[in-house]
């Protein structure tokens, strides 16, 4: 009885071992072992890989004016300025206007790369592998709420000079000129930097999140070992 019951044991074992080998060989290759400092630094190096392949296409001359997931128009305020000064037959100063402002961020944007480079590199991810299973764009919005203080207190001179250097502060400064001295119209005076600021951040983390979402959707979009090798366990 006791030999018959041992045997039974062992083909138990062999029968048990061989089906938890199946469910491993199923599972995806290299995710066994992978802990949160792994996942952490596949997190920073798909951040990294958004502001080189997305960020720098804001870079360019029409980088912010003509893609339409960024592009900077007129704060509320303002609208009302664009419209009289058309309605007066100033359209070609009022495109000037917004132009030149989309012309600011994409300068600024271009000296200020490396602030954002070395953001992803010191951010830290106290929970990586539940950033690492969120949302599509997960990663960068912790870098956008870990970040965006300091970097906007880093990024607004840099929109300061860009502003000096495309000649934003003079086209305004006429623009609104022109504007107040209309009859009837309530002076405005707003703060372009502040808001050309705070926009060309916020095209900076959409872009970012493009290509998150693009690493995350699709497999051929991992280039390297580590992030084939993190990003396989948010496969569903």
């Not at 074992?13 to 802990?35: D, M």
């Not at 007066?88 to 600011?104: F, H, M, Q, T």
């Amino acid at each position: 009885m006791t030999k018959k019951f041992f045997i039974f044991i062992v083909l138990f074992q062999l029968v048990s071992c061989g089906e938890l080998q199946q469910v491993v060989n199923q599972l995806p290759q290299g995710t066994q072992g992978i802990g949160n400092l792994e996942i952490a630094s596949g997190l920073r190096e798909a951040l990294d890989k958004g502001i080189d392949k997305q960020v720098s296409q804001l870079t360019k001359t029409d980088g912010f004016f003509k893609n339409e997931l960024v592009k900077i128009v007129l704060p509320e305020e303002l609208q009302k300025v664009d419209k009289t000064l058309r309605d007066i037959g100033l359209s070609k100063l009022a495109d000037e206007g917004l132009k030149v402002l989309n012309r600011a961020a994409e300068d600024a944007v271009s000296e200020a790369t490396p602030i954002f480079v070395d953001a992803v590199k010191g951010i830290t991810f106290n929970d990586a592998r539940t950033i690492l299973m969120g949302a599509d764009n997960a990663a960068t919005q912790y870098l956008e709420s870990s970040t965006r203080t300091a970097l906007y207190a880093k990024f607004k001179p840099v929109i300061q000079n860009s502003f000096d250097k495309v000649g934003a502060d003079q086209i305004w400064s006429n623009l609104i000129n022109r504007y107040n001295a209309i009859p009837l119209t309530k002076n405005v005076n707003p703060d372009l930097t502040d808001y050309v600021t705070q926009e060309a951040l916020e095209g900076v983390y959409t872009m970012i999140a493009v290509e998150e979402k693009e690493i995350r959707s699709n497999v051929a979009s991992r280039t390297t070992d580590l992030l084939k090798k993190v990003f396989v366990l948010q496969d569903r």
